[in-house]
Structures are given as structure tokens and as C-alpha cells.
């Protein structure tokens, strides 16, 4: 930093002015400015430390996850708001909406582009598993708790690995495969003590998981190319409208005119706007905190994360709605975050030894 300098100014030329004294104008030159201050670093976070701002958003990304779980089953089940597939259009448009702001006048991260007709239908393709997964998980939960849901989905890894291995004939370790066995143990436990067992909102449950892993399976087969990859963010911003187009018509053909009663009710209730306004925001905040605690961590550490989520999900939706639970559910609930603890981490130390 360069200290503040005196400059002399005389009224007039030093050599004809002999009245000049110690009483000449002083002026006092400001110190250079930072490069904090002429980056405009004042922006929100900047005076937190950054484990406090890691906790903040590891504390975000948990409320977000778990609230629109809770919202989600909210309205499906108590509320009486059946439409599934129309709250997942909502959830889709608002991820559109709040991408688009976050990406091109936020500049949260750099705008990528779809570069070919190609790579276009590359992404279709994975939009479309996306929407059946997201609109599976939804209507499952109009029929079975979000407890057992968070079991169900819990089995992610189980999926993901059939699929690599049936699609890219991609092989795990032994050990990988064995930490699977209590992931699988520990949901028959829970589905055979399941108090509200609902054999429809199973299936689509399971359906709902099945998809969510083969999307992240394909996504790795289909943009494997470095000119191909596009930031999640990017990603969700292109897929999110190709989704509601998607599932529009799906929602009419299933739902009828949806959008017209979602009016003539708010009519009545105008609560339903905050619902379905809320609901949709805090799904894009999922993505959003999703980025956030990858950047901020690791992508390991959000699946750890997962884990802890999937119980503490459970538990609040217990606590919120009282549905039934029993000691056989919970145990085997326990032994299949159990499994994917062991999971991840016969994973990583594959990993390890591949290196």
C-alpha cells in the first residue's frame, strides 16, 4: 500500500514568488485503494469466514432438501393438491426461471452453449429420464410416507451400479459389490414392517430411484466429451424448460385443465399461491445449494451429505406428520445408510488403488 504523499502547490512560479512560506496550500493524496475496494469485494459473504459461509451452506442445502420433501408431501397428501406432474412442470419452470437470472445477469457461473443438433438431443434424452425420476418421486409421495420414500431412494448406489455394469459393462471390486448387500438388506427389512405400505407408491418409488441413477449413468456416457460437458448449472438451465414442454401435456392428457383449477381454487384459498410459489422455489434452491456444497466440499462429501439427509428427512417427517413407524423400519433404515457409508467408501478406496 503506498502511503499518502504531501504535495506542495504554489501560487504562482517558486523562483518569482519569494513570499512563499510554510502557510502554501497543502494537498493530501489519497492512498491507492486495495484491490479489495476496487473490485467492489463488498458483496454477500465476504465478511464471513469461510468455514462459517461452508456451514451456512451445508446448513442451506439440508432445509432446502428436506423442506421440499415436506412440502412436496404436503400438498400431494394432506392438502389434497393431486397433481403430481403439474407441480412438476411448476418445479420446472422455476428452475428455468431462476437458472436463467442466476446465469446470465448474476454470473454465478459462466453461460455454456449447446454447440450442435447433436449434443441437443443428447441433452433430450437425459431430460427425459429426468422427468419420468422426478415425476415417479413425486407421486410416490401421495401414497407412501417420506420416511419410507428416503429409504427407498437411499438405494441409488445399488441402481447405479447395475446400470454401469449393463450399460458399460463397467465392473466394481468385490468389496464394492458386497457393501451393497446391507443396502439391500436393510429396505426389505423396511418394506416387510412398513406400517403404511402402499404397493403402487413402491413401484413408483422405485421407479423414481431407478431413474435417478440411470440419470446419472447416461449423463456420463452422453457428454463425455470436454466440448460436450456442460456446468450443472448450465445443465439444469437447458433441461428444465425441455422438461415442463415435457410433461405439459402429460399433465393435461392426465390431469385435465389443472392450471384452470389451480385458479378457480385460489379463488377460495389464495393460500394455494404461496404453496405452489414456495414449493417451486425452494426445488430450484436444491439445485442451486446442490452447486454450492460441491464447490464448496466435494462432490464425496454431498454424497455423505446425502446420507445424513435421507435421516434427517425421515426423522422430521415423522415428527411433522406422526405417521406410524416401527423398530424393525427404523433398524432397517439404519442398516441401509449403513451400507452406504460402506459403499462410498469401498468406492473411494477403489479408487485409490485404480490411481
Known amino acids: 500500500m503506498v ?23 497543502v494537498l493530501d493524496i489519497p492512498t491507492n485503494p486495495t484491490a479489495e475496494v476496487r ?10 469466514t469461510p468455514n462459517l459461509l461452508t456451514a451456512l451452506i451445508i446448513a442451506s442445502w439440508f432445509m432446502s432438501n428436506t423442506g421440499v420433501l415436506l412440502l412436496n408431501k404436503y400438498l400431494l397428501s ?5 397433481y403430481p406432474i403439474f407441480l412438476t412442470m411448476l418445479h420446472m419452470l422455476s428452475c428455468a426461471s431462476y437458472s436463467y437470472i442466476a446465469i446470465n445477469f448474476l454470473e454465478i457461473v459462466p453461460k455454456q452453449h449447446i454447440l450442435s443438433k447433436k449434443q441437443f ?24 410416507p417420506v420416511s419410507f420414500n428416503q429409504a427407498i431412494g437411499a438405494t441409488t448406489p445399488f441402481f447405479t ?12 471390486s468385490a468389496k464394492v459389490y458386497f457393501a451393497l448387500l446391507p443396502v439391500v438388506f436393510g429396505i426389505v427389512l423396511a418394506t416387510n414392517s412398513e ?31 470436454e466440448a460436450e460437458k456442460l456446468h450443472s448449472m448450465n445443465l439444469l438451465l437447458y433441461i428444465a424448460p425441455m422438461a415442463a414442454l415435457i410433461l405439459l401435456p402429460f399433465s393435461l392428457y392426465n390431469e385435465g385443465n389443472v392450471a384452470r383449477i389451480t385458479l378457480e381454487k385460489a379463488k377460495t384459498d389464495s393460500f394455494i399461491i404461496l404453496l405452489l410459489i414456495g414449493n417451486a422455489t425452494v426445488a430450484y434452491l436444491v439445485n442451486l445449494t446442490n452447486f454450492l456444497v460441491t464447490k464448496h466440499t466435494s462432490a464425496l462429501t454431498l ?6 439427509k435421507a435421516a434427517l428427512a ?20 439404519a442398516v441401509t445408510i449403513m451400507g452406504i457409508v460402506l459403499y462410498s467408501e469401498a468406492k473411494k478406496r477403489s479408487k485409490i488403488t485404480t490411481y
Not at 78 to 82: A, D, M, P, Q, S
Not at 129 to 134: A, E, L, M, P, W
Not at 161 to 172: D, L, M, Q, S, V
Open 3 to 25: 502511503e499518502a504523499q504531501k504535495w506542495t502547490r504554489r501560487m504562482s512560479n517558486p523562483r518569482l514568488d519569494t513570499a512563499a512560506t510554510a502557510d502554501d496550500h
Open 39 to 48: 473490485n467492489g469485494i463488498y458483496t454477500f459473504g465476504s465478511h464471513l
Open 78 to 82: 394432506f392438502y389434497g393438491y393431486r
Open 121 to 144: 438431443f443428447k441433452i433430450f434424452a437425459l431430460c427425459a429420464i429426468f422427468c419420468f425420476s422426478v415425476v415417479c418421486g413425486n407421486t410416490s409421495l401421495r401414497y407412501i
Open 161 to 172: 451400479a447395475i446400470f454401469a455394469f449393463i450399460i458399460t459393462c463397467k465392473k466394481e
Open 195 to 225: 406400517p403404511l405400505f402402499n404397493l403402487f407408491g413402491f413401484l413408483v418409488c422405485i421407479s423414481s430411484t431407478a431413474g435417478r441413477a440411470l440419470k446419472s449413468v447416461v449423463q456420463g456416457i452422453l457428454l463425455t466429451s
Open 303 to 308: 454424497q455423505v451429505l446425502g446420507n445424513a
Open 314 to 333: 425421515a426423522f422430521v417427517s415423522v415428527m411433522v406428520f406422526r405417521n406410524p413407524v416401527t423398530m424393525t423400519g427404523v433398524t432397517g433404515f
